[in-house]
Structures are given as C-alpha cells and as structure tokens.
C-alpha cells in the first residue's frame, strides 16, 4: 500500500497541489514502509507480528530491500529539494512496479503461512479467514493506485496505460466491496455479520458510491481540478478501510465464547416444568455461537 501512496504523494508535489503537506505525508510514508519491512523481518510485538522464519519469505524480503533502495533514495532526494520535475517522475515510474509486484508476491507468502499457524502457534487459520483480511486489505492498495493512475493520466505521463489501470482498479474496487458484503461462493469468501463491520464497511461506501462520490470521479475524465477533491476524500477512505481491516483481524483473533455448563445433578422441584424454557435458551446461545463462528470464519486475518 505504501508503495502506492509514495508515487501519489509524489505526483501530486509535481502538480504542485498542497507541496508543505503532500511533502510532510511523503517522509511518513517513507518511515512506515521501513518500520513494517523491519517489523516482518524481526517481529513487533505492538503489530502482533512474529519474526519470519520460512526461508523462501526471508528470500523475498530481502529481494524487497533491493529494489526499495534505489526506490528510497529517490524519494528522500525530492523531500531534500522539496520539488518533484519530469526525470524525477520518469525515475518512480520505472522503480515502482516491480517493487509493487514484489510486494504483492510477498504478500501472498505471508498468505500462505498464514494458512499454516496463527500468532500463537497452535491454531491454523481459515482459508476464509485469510482471503478476508487479503480482500480488505487490498482495498487499501486499490484505493491509493487509483488515485496515482489518475494523477498519471493528468500530467500525460504514460496515458493509455494508466487510464486502462484506472479503469482496472475501479472495476476491482467495486468488485471487492461487494464482496467483503456479501460474500463470494467462488473463492470462498463468507459475507459480513459483523454489525460493527457492517457499519463502517457502509461508511467506506458513502466515500465510493454516491453521484458525485469516489467512484463517480474515478470514472470520469481524469481532469486537473479534481486535486482538491482527490486530497479531501482519499485519505478519509484510506483510513475507513484501515478500520475495516482492524475489524476483520479482531474477529479472526477474537476466541470463541466458553462453553455454557451443564445443569446440576440435582433438580429441584419443578425443574422440568421450565425445561422448555432453558432448553430454547441454550438454542438460541448454540445458534449465536454458530453466528459467530461463521463471521470468524469469514472476517479474519491479513494485513
């Protein structure tokens, strides 16, 4: 995501939209990218995230470094001057998608072992479970690529290609919030029913939908005064779908209610009379956990 949010930031110094704030959020994103690369490396407690072991991730990771690298030194040569020109764009443009790819093997390594163990150790998590945190958080990624590919289109840098990107990544967009709501039988992802994701899945969607909202633009000619837009309303759904995520990871770690005890051996009077009544009780209790094993399954773990 990250990655994405970079060439952004960076295009939009190069417009010379909000240079002081756009060149604050540039040198921050620059500072994530390096402290998750190091916390997938060695670990971060604070993150949940355990060190990595498996060798062909080690692999990988390193193979990210490489190519963030001269990706970074670029970077922190325009927050240097403070002014982004054409060599500097031509530059990103060609550094950026394989480190993008890269990443996105990367992540699908993480996937992988995922699938393996959870944070403890002990349980393996769902491949549903996994596909959900994926989805939800390739929304993020989505959401910052679509606005560097409509920045690209503006500044004529490269336009078909970019315009059929941006084309790609609101088709994809939509597609995915459909999915994260309802669900999806083909690649195994289970619907939402979580109330509290409920809500902020459907706050993601009062940025997207909407006559004039997010998609709206996306959709439309890429046209320099959108900026202004751009900067007021990507942001804000970058963090709804931050939110989103944390709610699909907190229902994956979230353990199953305990299980209710049995009756005493010993009844009182009567106690059959209002057997019904527990018996409809403990129904319903069995029926909530299933509810909730099953938002388990299907809300869960990736980053």
Known sequence: MYCQKLTKEVLLIYLEHEIE???????????????????????DHQLYIPPTTDQE???HLNFVDQLWKPFEEEIRIVLTKGYVNQSDIEFISTLEPPLEIELLTLLHLYEG?????????????PRATVLAIE????????CQKMVADYLFVVIGYEEEEHMAGLQEDVAEFDNVMQALYYGDTEIGLHAAESPDLIIWLDRCSEIWEGENGFKAVMSAEP???MLDYLASQNIPLLGRLNVVVGL?????????????EPPPPDHPPGW?????SLLGTCTLFLAGGAMISFS??????LH
């Not at 072992?113 to 998590?125: C, F, K, M, R």
């Open 21 to 43: 704030d756009n060149l604050w959020l540039l040198k921050d994103s620059v500072e994530k990218f390096e402290y998750i690369q190091r916390a997938l490396r060695f670990g």
């Open 57 to 59: 991730t080690l692999e």
């Open 113 to 125: 072992l995922a699938e393996q163990v959870d944070s403890t150790g002990e349980i393996p998590l």
């Open 135 to 142: 989805y939800a958080g390739s929304q993020r990624l989505l």
């Open 223 to 225: 046209t320099y005064f």
């Open 248 to 260: 699909f990871k907190k229902i994956a770690t979230t353990p199953p209610p305990p299980p209710s």
């Open 272 to 276: 059959n009379n209002g057997s019904d």
């Open 296 to 301: 388990f399954f299907g809300n869960s773990m």
